[in-house]
């Protein structure tokens, strides 16, 4: 058990490349890698493993005897990874049921990522049931912390469980826009003593009095943001999505560690573009680092916001740009700095705004299918909280 109370995962390493990644993966404190320990049958576990990985040379003509040997040391989904030009391996990882494919050498978050991804594919907890919604765009000013807060408030509005969490970890600005004076943030969670799990959480969470919607805050100051590991924000995570309906999480502009947490936890990425040229640039790099990462691309949606600006491009040209459709538009409304400025969210200010409109589609079409929180309700009761009335 890892500080904090999230679980190392535990790697089955294999395959005769294996010890290039031995060194770089061994130091990391989520990870405890597992070798085979050789017997008269040719190898067993000293325990079961979380996740096997194996690695081969560009090519590698024992591949399948490999897999199979493998596959009866353990049955943990599998990751397939090859130096250099793959030869192959991607169509023999779709034979033997890989859960990824990696062409190496990729980043040692990247490969962490992927580790992590497979071994949540299997994950069986029955008390997991929150619909993670992240927001994230490349750029910043592209209204990701506007849109991301007004969905959560939609949400809670709707009758679900809602939990913001920001994971900008050094600017921050989800309490700003609730105008929520946070009494503690993901910093004090992450630096307290003992292991976070669903009472931790609540503990540290604070509640907008106006929404109800519940806040986890970012750090105060940017250098706190070094408190919060990998390690935190997945404990934070996994007792979020145990305890809450929907959890919606507002990213800073980076790839960054919170980032990729925020991703292996996700169910939906809604991605911001904004309707000029420099946004349509990061966007697009953005789309193809997602890409790499091994995010499903049918889990990522395009948000085009500030639709009609003055001078903006068209929706046509955005998707010529990205090669992509988009799947949402939000409107350029002077309803939405207004709003900041006030700091009260357009959910709550002024909700027939045609922000506010495209914002509540939206939200029903991203939270679709989730149990509402108030179905035992008197049915005229959950039709209010559907249209969003207090």
Same mark, same amino acid.
Do not use: W
């Given at each position: 058990?890892h500080?904090?109370?999230h679980?190392?995962?535990?790697v089955?390493?294999?395959?005769?490349?294996?010890?290039q990644l031995?060194g770089?993966? &061994?130091?990391?404190?989520?990870l405890?890698?597992?070798?085979?320990i050789a017997?008269?049958?040719?190898g067993?576990?000293?325990?079961?493993v979380?996740?096997?990985l194996h690695?081969?040379? *560009?090519? *590698?003509?024992d591949?399948?005897?490999?897999?199979?040997?493998?596959?009866a040391l353990s049955?943990?989904?599998?990751?397939?990874?090859a130096?250099?030009?793959?030869?192959g391996?991607?169509e023999?990882?779709?034979?033997v049921?890989?859960?990824?494919?990696?062409v190496?050498p990729?980043?040692t978050e990247t490969?962490?990522?992927?580790?992590?991804?497979?071994?949540?594919?299997?994950a069986?907890?029955?008390?997991?049931?929150?619909?993670?919604?992240?927001?994230f765009?490349?750029?910043?000013?592209?209204?990701?912390?506007?849109?991301?807060?007004?969905? $959560?408030v939609?949400?809670?509005?709707?009758?679900l469980?809602?939990l913001?969490?920001d994971?900008?970890l050094?600017f921050?600005?989800?309490?700003?826009t609730?105008a929520?004076p946070? =009494?503690?943030?993901?910093?004090?969670?992450?630096?307290?003593?003992g292991d976070?799990?669903?009472?931790?959480?609540?503990a540290?969470?604070?509640?907008d %009095?106006?929404?109800?919607?519940?806040l986890l805050?970012?750090?105060?100051?940017?250098?706190e943001?070094?408190?919060?590991g990998?390690?935190e924000?997945?404990?934070?995570l996994?007792a979020a999505?145990s305890?809450f309906?929907?959890?919606?999480?507002?990213?800073?502009p980076?790839?960054?560690?919170a980032m990729?947490?925020?991703l292996d936890h996700?169910?939906r990425l809604l991605?911001?573009?904004?309707?000029?040229?420099?946004?349509?640039k990061?966007? =697009?790099?953005?789309?193809?680092?997602?890409?790499?990462l091994?995010?499903?691309?049918? =889990?990522?949606s395009?948000v085009?916001n500030?639709i009609?600006?003055?001078?903006a491009v068209?929706?046509?040209?955005?998707?010529e740009?990205?090669e992509?459709?988009?799947?949402?538009e939000l409107?350029d409304?002077? $309803?939405? %700095?207004?709003?900041?400025?006030?700091a009260?969210?357009?959910?709550?200010?002024?909700?027939?705004?045609r922000f506010?409109?495209s914002?509540?589609?939206?939200?029903?079409s991203?939270?679709a299918?989730v149990?509402?929180?108030n179905?035992s309700?008197?049915?005229s009761?959950r039709?209010s909280l559907?249209? &969003?009335?207090?």
């Amino acid at each position: 058990m890892h500080r904090n109370g999230h679980s190392q995962l535990r790697v089955l390493l294999t395959g005769s490349a294996s010890e290039q990644l031995e060194g770089s993966l &061994g130091n990391e404190p989520t990870l405890s890698m597992v070798r085979p320990i050789a017997d008269g049958n040719g190898g067993k576990l000293s325990s079961p493993v979380d996740v096997a990985l194996h690695v081969v040379p *560009s090519s *590698s003509d024992d591949l399948g005897d490999d897999i199979r040997k493998l596959r009866a040391l353990s049955q943990a989904p599998l990751i397939l990874a090859a130096y250099g030009e793959p030869n192959g391996i991607v169509e023999t990882g779709l034979q033997v049921g890989a859960a990824d494919v990696l062409v190496l050498p990729q980043s040692t978050e990247t490969v962490l990522f992927a580790l992590r991804k497979a071994a949540r594919s299997t994950a069986s907890d029955p008390a997991t049931k929150a619909k993670v919604v992240t927001v994230f765009s490349p750029k910043g000013g592209s209204g990701k912390t506007a849109l991301a807060t007004n969905l $959560a408030v939609a949400a809670q509005q709707s009758g679900l469980r809602t939990l913001l969490m920001d994971l900008d970890l050094q600017f921050g600005d989800s309490a700003l826009t609730l105008a929520v004076p946070p =009494r503690a943030t993901i910093a004090d969670l992450a630096g307290s003593s003992g292991d976070i799990d669903v009472e931790k959480l609540k503990a540290f969470v604070c509640t907008d %009095p106006r929404s109800s919607l519940t806040l986890l805050p970012a750090p105060k100051r940017p250098e706190e943001a070094q408190i919060v590991g990998q390690s935190e924000l997945a404990a934070a995570l996994n007792a979020a999505r145990s305890t809450f309906s929907a959890v919606v999480i507002d990213t800073g502009p980076l790839f960054d560690a919170a980032m990729l947490a925020a991703l292996d936890h996700t169910d939906r990425l809604l991605l911001i573009c904004n309707p000029e040229v420099t946004s349509l640039k990061n966007v =697009r790099i953005g789309l193809e680092t997602i890409d790499r990462l091994g995010f499903p691309k049918d =889990r990522v949606s395009i948000v085009a916001n500030r639709i009609g600006a003055p001078g903006a491009v068209t929706r046509a040209e955005i998707e010529e740009a990205l090669e992509r459709e988009i799947a949402f538009e939000l409107p350029d409304d002077a $309803a939405v %700095p207004e709003a900041i400025n006030r700091a009260t969210p357009v959910m709550m200010s002024d909700p027939s705004s045609r922000f506010g409109r495209s914002l509540s589609a939206l939200a029903k079409s991203v939270f679709a299918g989730v149990q509402n929180d108030n179905a035992s309700a008197p049915k005229s009761e959950r039709r209010s909280l559907l249209r &969003g009335r207090r």
